[in-house]
């Protein structure tokens, strides 16, 4: 039963991971600033050291043959209400690490907003804490 559980949450991490990344590719732009908040998400999530670099690959493979987000969308909306915010803070968090937020990335995120059953006002205030600490860590 344990194993089952095990892999349960692997493959759940793995389509977080190909979620985030398809986010980090949507600009065009996949950077190693990207992978790196990729990559503390997931461990924040549970992943431990030893296990990171697989799941990263396998969530790299994920979203490289995939030609839709549903498939990645469909067990996180059904994770719980802290899960789903920490993935939406991450994906802003990826989309705003480089300065700016394109009309794909903002489309991507009204069409996810849905996809997670999250309410637009709870995504809107993630939206703006975001831009409001990376506009101070940049004044620092």
């Known amino acids: 039963m344990l194993n089952f559980f095990t892999e349960n949450k692997d493959n759940l991490h793995i389509k977080t991971a190909a979620l985030l990344i398809h986010a980090a590719k949507i600009d065009e732009n996949y950077s190693d600033v990207e992978k790196k908040i990729i990559k503390k998400t997931l461990i924040d999530l549970g992943i431990n050291e030893e296990k ?40 802003w968090n990826i989309i705003y690490s480089d300065g700016n937020s394109d009309m794909y990335e903002s ?10 059953y999250l309410d ?9 804490k975001i831009k409001k600490k990376l506009t101070n ?3 620092d």
């Open 137 to 139: 860590d940049i004044l």
């Open 120 to 128: 637009n006002k709870v995504v809107g205030n993630i939206k703006e």
């Open 107 to 116: 489309n991507f995120m009204r069409r996810l907003t849905g996809l997670l």
């Open 52 to 91: 990171l670099e697989e799941i990263f690959r396998k969530g790299e493979n994920a979203e490289a043959n995939s030609n839709q987000i549903l498939e990645f969308t469909k067990e996180i909306k059904n994770s719980d209400e802290q899960f789903k915010i920490k993935i939406i803070e991450t994906l």
